[in-house]
T-cell receptor, first 108, second 113 residues
């Protein structure tokens, strides 16, 4: 079975501070990992995926197979980063499993 | 393009009633799926489809039925609503599979009394 764990329900940081949203996964094969984001009053949307190795809106995420983690990081938080963030995993098949989400609040 | 559309936006049902949540996409996507979002539980996959005529169960399929007669539409049916089905329901579509970027609908907020 595949499982995604996001240990923090709420993460509050000050503007300009570094951000790290934690994501750990359980999957026996080679996973594909994603971060989705839901801004207030907007639809859930893809932020980034590990295979593309991109930096989107200043966010990066590195897949660490040894620690089975895919933490989302940004060096300097902005007010517009406040949103709900979901980590998600698929085993290359059709079932996409989401974590429980972390609400990021960036305070001025 | 309208993207993924869902109707209705809000619905209140009594226990035992049945209803259908509608989902449509105009992007010619093969893969469509339904999730429910509950506080503290994230999004859980109910059913998904990899193309017209093909559906399969997700993590929490009990109490729900789906069909996929066309590429565009993927309705979700509640056979006999229960209070435990009170939730926000999201439909999503993608090009071919769960590995592709998912495009989500705006959601349907369902309350079962």
């Amino acid at each position: 079975a595949q499982r995604v764990t996001q240990p923090e329900k709420l993460l509050s940081v000050f503007k300009g501070a570094p951000v790290e949203l934690k994501c750990n996964y359980s999957y026996s094969g080679s996973p594909e990992l994603f971060w989705y984001v839901q801004y207030s009053r907007q639809r859930l949307q893809l932020l980034l995926r590990h295979i593309s190795r991109e930096s989107i809106k200043g966010f990066t995420a590195d897949l660490n197979k040894g620690e089975t983690s895919f933490h989302l990081k940004k060096p300097f938080a902005q007010e517009e980063d406040s949103a709900m963030y979901y980590c998600a995993l698929t085993g290359g098949g059709n079932k996409l499993t989401f974590g429980t989400g972390t609400q990021l609040k960036v305070e001025l | 393009n309208a993207g993924v559309t869902q109707t209705p936006k809000f619905q209140v049902l009594k226990t035992g009633q049945s209803m259908t949540l509608q989902c449509a996409q105009d992007m010619n996507h093969e893969y469509m799926s339904w999730y429910r979002q509950d506080p503290g539980m994230g999004l859980r996959l109910i059913h998904y489809s990899v193309g017209a005529g093909i559906t399969d169960q997700g993590e929490v399929p009990n109490g729900y039925n789906v069909s996929r007669s066309t590429t565009e539409d993927f309705p979700l049916r509640l056979l006999s609503a229960a209070p435990s089905q009170t939730s926000v329901y999201f439909c999503a579509s993608s090009r071919t599979s769960g590995s592709d970027e998912q495009f989500f609908g705006p959601g349907t907020r369902l309350t079962v009394l």
